[in-house]
């Protein structure tokens, strides 16, 4: 997945000497990406929790014709005794274009600070895996975000930016394992180290639509979330697959 959208801006000012010559300002300097890495890092250190809705819209143009897959959820996360947890609760639509049907497939993904546990149903049907919970488990934020993106994009930092009032790091990148090349653009809050926003532009000439948009709104800071919420208790008789090596 990669995107591209540059919000980078050239203001012209006009300037009277004499005669009424406009030069034009130099476009905003971009940091580096020590710089951003420093700064989202330290910035997430000061989250305890918070709470986010999360929408993830992917338009993806098949041999068959076009279908949409639209994703509504939220997603509550909390440090604990030094580790990471968190629970993402998503339930996801997908639309065809070639018969006009739609499929609705939910998704539980719960990190308890040790595992990590995904669930999925579909027509009354689920499947779940359990696995070691690597590093944080959660690359929405902080160093975890930043070593996610430095391992599988090739990073290019943009001069900061704004996204809906909040002030915001861009970074724009490419897939280092994908043969599509196309740019993807992440928006990283400044005052938080989290991840906002992740735009992946279209491989469709002309598209209107990126092929992927993820975006977190209706942010809660700070929030005391239940810790039974991180407690993974499937339904009775599911079958959960372990795919941990202990």
């Given at each position: 997945?990669?995107?591209?959208?540059?919000?980078?801006?050239?203001?012209?000012?006009?300037?009277?000497?004499?005669?009424?010559?406009?030069?034009?300002?130099?476009?905003?300097?971009?940091?580096?990406?020590?710089?951003?890495?420093?700064?989202?890092?330290?910035a997430?250190?000061?989250?305890?929790?918070?709470?986010?809705?999360?929408?993830?819209?992917?338009?993806?143009?098949?041999?068959?014709?076009?279908?949409?897959?639209?994703?509504?959820?939220?997603?509550?996360?909390?440090?604990?005794?030094?580790?990471?947890?968190?629970?993402?609760?998503?339930?996801?639509?997908?639309?065809?274009?070639?018969?006009?049907?739609?499929?609705?497939?939910?998704?539980?993904?719960?990190?308890?600070?040790?595992?990590?546990?995904?669930?999925?149903?579909?027509?009354?049907?689920?499947?779940?895996?359990?696995?070691?919970?690597?590093?944080?488990?959660?690359?929405?934020?902080?160093?975890?975000?930043?070593?996610?993106?430095?391992?599988?994009?090739?990073?290019?930092?943009?001069?900061?930016?704004?996204?809906?009032?909040r002030p915001?790091?861009?970074?724009?990148?490419?897939?280092?394992a994908?043969?599509?090349?196309?740019?993807?653009?992440?928006?990283?809050?400044?005052?938080?180290?989290?991840?906002?926003?992740?735009?992946?532009?279209?491989?469709?000439?002309?598209?209107?639509?990126?092929?992927?948009?993820?975006?977190?709104?209706?942010?809660?800071?700070?929030?005391?979330?239940?810790?039974?919420?991180?407690?993974?208790?499937?339904p009775?008789?599911?079958?959960?697959?372990?795919?941990?090596?202990?």
């Amino acid at each position: 997945m990669k995107s591209h959208i540059l919000w980078s801006a050239l203001f012209l000012i006009g300037i009277a000497v004499n005669t009424s010559a406009q030069e034009s300002a130099p476009p905003a300097k971009a940091p580096e990406l020590s710089t951003i890495e420093k700064e989202i890092t330290a910035a997430w250190k000061k989250v305890d929790s918070f709470r986010a809705k999360v929408t993830l819209d992917v338009n993806l143009q098949a041999s068959t014709g076009m279908s949409q897959h639209l994703s509504e959820g939220t997603v509550v996360y909390r440090k604990s005794d030094g580790k990471d947890q968190y629970r993402q609760e998503l339930i996801s639509k997908h639309f065809s274009a070639v018969d006009g049907g739609m499929v609705t497939e939910t998704f539980t993904t719960v990190a308890d600070g040790r595992y990590l546990y995904n669930m999925t149903e579909k027509d009354g049907l689920y499947r779940g895996t359990k696995r070691e919970q690597k590093n944080s488990g959660i690359e929405l934020g902080g160093q975890a975000l930043f070593d996610y993106l430095d391992d599988n994009y090739l990073l290019n930092a943009q001069p900061e930016g704004e996204l809906d009032g909040r002030p915001v790091w861009i970074i724009t990148g490419t897939s280092i394992a994908s043969r599509l090349k196309r740019h993807i653009t992440f928006y990283i809050s400044k005052e938080w180290g989290l991840l906002l926003k992740r735009e992946v532009e279209s491989a469709r000439p002309g598209a209107d639509l990126p092929d992927s948009l993820l975006t977190l709104s209706d942010i809660e800071m700070n929030v005391k979330p239940d810790k039974s919420l991180f407690e993974f208790n499937p339904p009775p008789g599911v079958d959960i697959k372990d795919k941990t090596t202990s």
